[in-house]
């Protein structure tokens, strides 16, 4: 560690050096070091404050104009560019200069060519936007057109923040509805205080989570019902769990699902996704939920309490939470039904294999631009453009801080060490031996065979396309060769075409592909019942 910190301290110390000689060049020549130009804006706070405020202030700027909205889009990820610059204390009416290059995506500000551009300000307040975008609690400046502009001439762009982040209509709508039906017979809302977590944190944890029961559930009759504990993806929270689940039940009503509990569980969290890992950054979560919670429901609810009716379903980041619980807690559960989920095998994730010598997230060994996203063939997105717009969105709660969150180390300074290098992709051996020890699940499974074997096998069932937009499906089949080698009996679709928004459609109907789903767990629950009677 002492000689990273003096190599560190020594290239510093060169650079310098060489600096100060360019610089004394330049003068021996008569010539003056030319200033670097930056762009600035002038971003002021509405009056109406009722206090001093915070967070992560963001600007948005894009070619065109007559928007109602400038942000950005991982699927886009060159259409808008945007800078950040935190705010501590904004008084009420006071303004803050904004400089658009020292923290910016795709480039600082200044290399925007000439143009005609639009331009919106945010201040994040709680430094969610990287998670779920803009929020009720955010401010808003209007969008301010910019025609003929060339960074850093003219008058300085002012930007007002005077308004709040409008909820969608459409999710806002959603979600009434769905707290409508929460009623006895029907839904609960959940909200466990954990021991486990609490004392992890230091403060109040909840575990959250809405319990769906099926139609004609009696709660004073005798009869029990399998479970599903369900888990939504990266993005997710509890209201769309709920609302997710509801949709469940009107299957149900409909004969389309068997009569079964749906616990649809949140895991997100400030940092991302928790994923139901027991982490040394987010605390015991799939303890907690195994030895407490799961507890706290088979107590309040009729449920079947025997591992063979613990059934798990998530997709995504849920998909590998599911993965995990089951490889992890095989005694805990009777399968897994999860579906393109999050790299189950670290010598693909999302294509690169973090255990080859030299290993690089952002360029393969041939120089070539490793992608994360792609739609019909067609690469939209690198791995090094999404994580430099996550680090400009804000240091937490994207996609790529929350594998750090889940997966790594505890560093020095309290916050999880990086699996690779934001700036050059370089992989991080020693963290990267880390995540392979704790959470490559091939490994996980491969290691602990001989324990665990007889309650995993049959037991994983993995639905992924072959079309993966985040190339997800690469992982799954070396999962899946691990797990034949062992024996494992695993069950593994892969859906031709399918991408990761399509991959449940049946027919015309998106959520189709959680009938089979459903069905196939009601058989393990209750080998021979024709749920259909």
Known sequence: MQFRLFRRCSRFATAAMLAAVSAASLNVLGQAAPAPVHVFFRVQATAALAAPVSGRLLIFIKQGSGDKDVETSEFRPQETWVAAQEVHDLAPGAAVEFDADQIAFPSPFSALPAGTYEAQAVLDIDHTYNYGGRTPQDWISPVVALPAWAPGSGAEPVFALDHHAEENPRRAQMVDGAKAQIKPGVAQLEEFESPMLSRFWGHRVSIKACVILPPGYDESGAATYPTAYWTHGFGGDADGAMASGLTLRARMADGKMPPMIWVMLDESVPQGTQEFADSVNNGPWGAALTSEFIPYLEAKYRMDARPTSRLLNGHSSGGWATLQ??????????????????????????????????????????????????????????????????????????????????????????????????????????????????????????AHWAERGASLKGRIHLFVGTADTFYLDGAAHKFEAVLNRLGAEPHFTYIPNRTHFDLYLVDKDRQGLFDQIAAEMYAVARPGVDWKK
């Open 325 to 446: 619980l089951q490889v992890n807690y095989p005694n805990v559960f009777g399968g897994t039904w999860s579906t393109s989920p999050d790299p189950s095998d670290f010598h693909d994730f999302t294509g690169p294999d973090l255990y080859a010598p030299n290993a690089n997230l952002f360029h393969y060994a041939d120089g070539s631009a490793v992608p994360i996203f792609r739609d019909k063939g067609k690469v939209i997105a690198t791995m090094e453009q999404f994580t430099h717009m996550e680090d400009v969105l804000g240091p937490y709660g994207g996609q790529i801080a929350s594998f750090d969150w889940v997966f790594s180390p505890k560093g020095k300074s309290g916050a999880p060490e990086p699996m690779f290098d934001h700036q050059t992709g370089a992989v991080n051996p020693e963290v990267v031996a880390y995540w392979h020890d704790h959470y490559d699940l091939a490994h996980t499974v491969e």
